[in-house]
């Protein structure tokens, strides 16, 4: 027994010390590819470069107890926790570095973020969810500072409520009973960033499964903690947010960011009781280095005193790792020096792999290049000098680029003229145009069968006597049959559950369908919009609502630069399919008659923009959306809830194709084009002038992202001739975002018998009251002049 105690007590301290000297060869490998990677930026073969040095002590000992199903949403000094977690290699890392744009080698952005921007997919080519309990999980990253914090609420919330309704235990492959952690990390200085605030008190309110990892190197870029936080500790400010026995709030950690024996032994019982109870916490890591300094635009001696770069140097996280293995006796000094060697050796053959992936299809399409040249150089001798000038610059590059090749020919071709010797050249150059859009300028919105796009439109029905209601009731029935139906669907927002929204779309529906599946939130747009992002990606439909849309800039950072960027920023492989519901329009007052469009179209490429004229056009959107993996919005008409409109006998079946215009009355004289609430007051307008014998037509675009996939339009102003754009946002805003859209793109100037017109809203938010909005935003009388002003040319 004593033999079997001893053979059992060695194995043991062997599989130790091998993890332990396994860690210690991942922190010479990710500390290596930081200084290699810093190497090719400053020589120029790599544009810019951030890295995770200095962390990665801290990063191994939290991937430790990052298990299947878990999620992350990190920031881009992650690598050595990716890294660890065996979800990135370092070639990748490197190619990623380079921008290679082939998807196979960069798999986490395909070359369309910078460094150390990481994903995993949710989704396969098909477009279905990938059993996501199954694997790690990395939410793509973004580079905006704290921009992942809203997202990180939202990836914990999905677990709670994976945990709390009892339909959804049906989806094994999306949540192991909620039992999922979502690992949040983020530099100390952006602690600063109202996104964290408004995330941490969300998630304290909330009690969901958050784990906040905070790296603190004591400075933001050149500023010093003191002058970014109070107390300069984040979780001395935080004290206030500690659970405690009968209250909701956080756990607070601190650790020290060297400390690899103490961070595992309090990590493992603290990420335990995250994963037990919900109770979120933040892991302030304090002690942090940063080796190289923020980033490669400049040196961090500039800013940091001999005093503060020598304690950095003793309290460097591997130097004192080596010395912690050393002091227990784990290894010996030639052994780690043997390590440290070869992972020298192993970063510098992944670099050179992935230069050489890099430069392999564009040195090929250099050869190809000059091959076509040389032929036509031989047919053209007057321009022959110029010629072999272009391709002697093209061949003496170092590190060409495709922007090389296509710069390059694009001006042989204009050397060569129409001479039909170049013939190859401009097929050569039309290919290699085609190549690179599908290279850089591909996957904005699905493009499988689960693209939005796709869904087959279908009308609604009505039985004969189709009761009418007011829009609110129409929504109403609508929701509660959606929710009845579909288990994944949520909804949540300001005064959403208890009261059922503001204009009683969800009236009675908490009580029915759950507190988990119809809830509410506090006033926080932005983290609305986080909550919304992290349902969606773990493969919930969630309806996250802003009460107003103009509150929608509250809330529209992460949806411009998370959500709107989603599957183009991961070439596909992850979907976000959030629906935002929102109202807004011809209410009285600054603050809640906003139109803001031409802001959100421009600002949200890559999600559809639904702007239904009632609320049964919205119930047909919505089932759209639903049908397919795209984001969208759908912005309902405020004064359109207590309108009376007949019920679809199939609510669920109902759905209005994205991008199709509908002519909502026929016309002969002018084409009059709007949506939603504005597209009432055209009507109007179209009544009066019928009387004075003007036919219009009224067409309702429906929805601004997609437009007029089919050029309805354009061929409605081919009849009449004559064209007018209405809206109540700002001059130059959707009205002139239509106009540019028929008159240019679609070609519709060439049937203009007048001027095209655009008529918006004034140039200032609407005055207060009803004599305000009139003043202030197109009326019908605005429409009836600027028609017989056209109808006189």
Request: some cysteine; overall charge negative; glycine content about 8%.
């Amino acid at each position: 027994m004593e033999n079997e105690l001893l053979d059992s007590e060695k194995l043991s301290f062997d599989r130790f010390r091998d993890e332990v000297l396994r860690d210690y060869q991942m922190a010479c490998e990710s500390r290596e590819a930081s200084l290699m990677g810093r190497k090719e930026v400053l020589t120029g073969k790599a544009k810019f470069g951030i890295f995770g040095d200095g962390k990665e002590i801290a990063q191994i000992a939290t991937a430790k107890f990052f298990r299947n199903g878990d999620w992350r949403a990190g920031y881009y000094r992650d690598q050595t926790f990716v890294f660890a977690s065996k979800l990135a290699t370092i070639e990748q890392f490197f190619a990623q570095l380079y921008a290679n744009p082939d998807v196979n080698l960069d798999p986490h952005s395909a070359g369309r973020q910078m460094n150390s921007h990481f994903c995993t997919p949710n989704t396969n080519e098909e477009g279905d969810w990938v059993n996501l309990s199954r694997q790690k999980n990395i939410s793509s990253d973004i580079a905006p500072t704290a921009g992942q914090m809203p997202r990180a609420l939202g990836l914990a919330f999905a677990s709670k409520v994976f945990r709390k309704v009892d339909s959804l235990k049906a989806f094994p492959e999306l949540s192991d009973n909620g039992n999922e952690i979502c690992f949040c990390t983020i530099g100390d200085a952006s602690t600063s960033e109202g996104h964290f605030w408004e995330a941490v008190n969300a998630a304290g309110v909330m009690q969901i499964p958050l784990a906040i990892f905070v790296w603190d190197d004591g400075y933001g870029i050149s500023v010093p903690k003191k002058l970014q936080t109070t107390k300069g500790s984040i979780s001395e400010v935080l004290k206030g947010f500690q659970q405690r026995e009968g209250t909701n709030g956080i756990d607070i950690y601190k650790l020290k960011g060297w400390d690899y024996a103490s961070m595992i032994e309090l990590m493992e019982p603290a990420i335990q009781k995250i994963r037990d109870t919900h109770i979120p916490a933040i892991f302030h890591i304090e002690e942090i280095t940063q080796p190289q300094g923020h980033s490669t635009s400049g040196s961090h001696e500039r800013y940091k005193s001999p005093e503060r770069l020598e304690w950095e140097r003793s309290f460097d996280c591997i130097k004192k790792f080596k010395e912690w293995i050393l002091e227990n006796t784990l290894s010996s000094e030639e052994e780690l020096n043997d390590i440290e060697l070869k992972a020298k050796e192993f970063v510098r053959d992944c670099r050179n792999k992935a230069w050489l992936a890099y430069q392999q299809p564009i040195r090929e399409q250099v050869n190809r290049t000059t091959e076509l040249a040389a032929s036509v150089i031989k047919q053209l001798p007057v321009q022959s000098t110029a010629m072999q000038q272009l391709v002697q610059k093209l061949t003496m590059e170092k590190e060409p680029t495709r922007r090389d090749i296509m710069l390059t020919l694009h001006r042989l071709l204009g050397l060569a003229g129409r001479h039909s010797g170049a013939n190859e050249m401009q097929e050569y150059y039309k290919q290699l145009k085609k190549e690179n859009e599908a290279l850089y300028s591909t996957y904005l919105y699905n493009e499988g069968s689960k693209g939005t796009l796709h869904v087959e439109a279908r009308a609604a029905t009505y039985v004969d006597d189709a009761p009418l209601l007011n829009g609110y009731e129409i929504l109403n029935r609508y929701f509660d049959k959606l929710f009845a139906t579909n288990p994944k669907v949520l909804a949540f927002g300001e005064d959403v559950g208890y009261i059922g929204d503001v204009n009683q779309g969800f009236a009675g529906l908490q009580a029915k369908h759950g507190e988990f599946r119809i809830s509410d939130t506090g006033i926080r747009e932005l983290t609305i919009m986080g909550q919304g992002i992290g349902a969606a990606l773990r493969g919930l439909r969630p309806i996250a609502e802003i009460q107003y849309v103009d509150y929608l800039l509250y809330g529209l950072q992460p949806l411009s630069d998370d959500v709107a960027t989603t599957h183009y920023r991961t070439a596909g492989k992850m979907s976000c399919p959030l629906i935002v519901r929102t109202r807004g329009h011809r209410l009285e007052g600054i603050w809640h008659s906003g139109s803001p469009m031409g802001m959100i179209i421009n600002s949200l490429r890559g999600m559809w923009v639904c702007v239904p004229r009632n609320m049964v056009q919205a119930v047909g959107m919505y089932n759209t959306l639903l049908k397919g993996n795209d984001p969208g919005i759908v912005i309902e008409c405020l004064n359109g809830y207590r309108l009376k409109e007949k019920l679809p006998d199939d609510l669920l079946g109902y759905t209005v194709p994205l991008g199709i215009p509908e002519v909502v009355r026929k016309g002969t004289d002018i084409t009059i084009v709007s949506y939603g609430s504005t597209l009432r007051i055209v009507q109007e307008a179209a009544i009066l002038l019928a009387s004075s014998g003007i036919q219009c037509e009224v067409v309702d675009v429906q929805t601004l992202l997609p437009f007029d996939i089919n050029h309805l339009i354009l061929e409605s102003l081919k009849k009449t001739s004559r064209i007018l754009f209405v809206d109540e946002d700002v001059p130059g805003g959707a009205a002139s975002y239509m106009y540019n859209k028929v008159m240019e793109e679609q070609g519709g100037y060439r049937w203009l018998d007048v001027a095209p017109r655009t008529l918006s809203a004034k140039a200032h938010r609407p005055a207060y009251a009803s004599d305000g909005d009139y003043f202030s935003k197109p009326n019908t009388e605005d429409v009836v002049d600027i028609v017989l002003e056209m109808m006189a040319e």
